[in-house]
């Protein structure tokens, strides 16, 4: 009789156990997911604004950051623009703010030190997508907060040319670099043109639509239906899909045809994440679980699980309005990263793996973190 009473408790409490399991695991899964507050978000401005404010020169942090990888050093004025102009449409008072510091931030742009890595024949600008397709979509934002930007006759120009090439383009893409024709790249360049026809009734954003029909037919993964990374230069495919590419491409497409866009975001869900309950992380490609160094675009991977990947898929849930997963990845990304507070200003460290490129990774995280334009 004593044993019975004995089992009956443990199983009490096991049930018990059980519950409270299940009541972790739903409140933790539930759409909780909330923009950062405005104290947070008025120390990281501080840090971007001053960051763009001191320009590229070789010995501020952006110019260190961009001698280690010129990308990167766009990147940050782009992705701050872009997070910038999401803040402003959801609060008006900002409005001036941001339209100073991303006019600071074109003009830093337009300097040689981020510039002429992506330039063949300088003065002239860089023929690159990846350097005109991020410059475009920032004229694009300030002219969206100043009508009266005085880049607009730049906007119009550069959205003109992009557009012309589009039609000639045989690849249907644009070249990043000599004879490398990324698709995440070309993503950009297409929003900025829709942005344009948004702003001006523009024919340009016509590019958007081609693109799409062409990529539904020709550039996605027959086993996942994912958008490849890169075509040859006549536009056959050259690389598989990937994560941190996938992610990035899904929120620009999102401003050229949303129904594709939310299409790839849940194939990429489907085919390249894990969901862990209370987390969910996405790997850099669709079936390998390898650990390995990576490279620039994945960085480390720890069984085949990416940064990047789980970052871009942040932006992407946020953008699109699945709070309930935008919840569990910023858990991810608050569970790897550390802050950073100096006086009035606030930024983020990676944990666990040696990987410094702030200003980059907070300027990605103010983009992420605000609902944006999809």
Known sequence: MQRNRHWSRRIRWGRLLVLLALLLWVSTSWPTYQPPGRPELRLRLNYLERVIQEGAAPATALGKLTAQNPEWGLFTLSFTTYGLANLAARQPDLRAE???????????????????????????LPGSVLYLGHLNLMLGYHRQLVPNSPYRDLHDSLSAALA????????????????????????????????????????????????VARARREWLDSSTGLLVSMVDTTGRPREEPRGSHLGWSIWFLGQVDSTFARQQYAQYQQHHSTNLGVLRLYREFASRYGTEAGNVDSGPLILGYGIPATAFAFADAVALRDYRNAGRLRRVI???????????????????????????????LLWADVPGQP
């Open 164 to 211: 012309t090439r589009y039609r000639q383009a045989t690849s249907g893409n644009l070249p990043s670099y000599p004879n490398l024709r990324w698709l995440p790249d070309n993503t950009v360049a297409l929003a900025s043109l829709a942005l344009h026809s948004r702003l001006t009734g523009s024919t340009y954003a016509a590019a958007g639509p081609r693109w």
């Open 334 to 364: 608050s569970l790897g990263s550390r802050d950073i507070r100096e006086g009035d200003e606030l930024r983020y460290g990676v944990r666990l793996v040696s990987l410094d490129v702030n200003p980059l990774s907070e300027a990605l």
């Open 98 to 124: 941001a339209a100073a510091t991303i006019g600071r931030a074109i003009q830093v742009a337009l300097t040689d030190p981020i510039r002429q890595p992506f330039a063949e024949s300088p003065p002239a």
